[in-house]
């Protein structure tokens, strides 16, 4: 049975003040490693393995469902992980002000199973907009790249459509490490990538993938 996702409206008026950036040498002991955000963190499964075993990388989560935020921190601490860090905002406004003020762009961010918001009136809600695409866009370095998933085909192509309208990024199909180069699809019959080049995977790529269904993934490369 597919978990129910309980989604949070972002253009609600709680969301609407954009979150203030911590203090990045509070947050991380070495905050000038290269830095990964996961936006749409949840409780933090992904960043959390990933920082454990990517120790000379920084982990950000960005995450609009608090709860999840605090658990994330609490196995954080429990774990004694000092390259790890998550917050309570909504990404669509908060994004650029965290970007602003970090030490170094970010070498990576990766967008992986956001709400899915399937009714077209919803859509706006959904967490890849123009906006962000273009923070990122003003922000990460050349040679930097965006992951992105979905277990739903309609939101992965959606989230496609909205980097490749951007002329700052570049669609990938053969992602080189960290760690492993995954296989390329066939980009005429098949436009996603076969498998996943990070070190680890999100609750629900494991979910999904148990259940024997597909995930549509994508690379973008900036410019």
Request: net charge neutral.
């Amino acid at each position: 049975m597919s978990r129910v996702r309980q989604h949070v409206n972002p253009l609600n008026i709680r969301y609407a003040t954009p979150v203030t950036p911590p203090s990045w040498a509070d947050v991380f002991a070495r905050p000038t490693q290269p830095l990964h955000i996961d936006i749409g963190c949840a409780k933090g499964y992904f960043i959390l393995d990933m920082a454990e075993r990517c120790p000379d990388w920084n982990f950000l989560g960005l995450e609009i469902r608090e709860p999840l935020v605090e658990q994330c921190l609490r196995q954080r601490d429990r774990l004694g992980l000092d390259n790890l860090h998550a917050l309570f905002c909504n990404a669509n406004n908060s994004l650029k002000p965290l970007l602003t003020s970090l030490p170094q762009p970010p070498q990576r961010v990766s967008i992986q199973f956001p709400d899915p918001w399937f009714k077209k009136r919803h859509q706006k809600r959904r967490v890849v907009q123009p906006q962000l695409v273009t923070d990122l866009a003003e922000h990460m370095p050349t040679g930097a790249w965006v992951w992105l998933q979905s277990d739903v085909e309609t939101v992965a192509q959606d989230m496609v459509d909205a980097f490749a309208a951007n002329v700052q990024f570049d669609r990938s199909f053969a992602p080189s490490s960290p760690p492993d180069t995954p296989d390329a699809s066939d980009s005429i019959s098949n436009p996603w990538l076969t498998s996943n080049p990070l070190a680890a995977i999100t609750d629900r790529e494991r979910v999904t993938l148990e259940q024997d269904k597909p995930v549509y993934r994508a690379l973008f490369i900036r410019r």
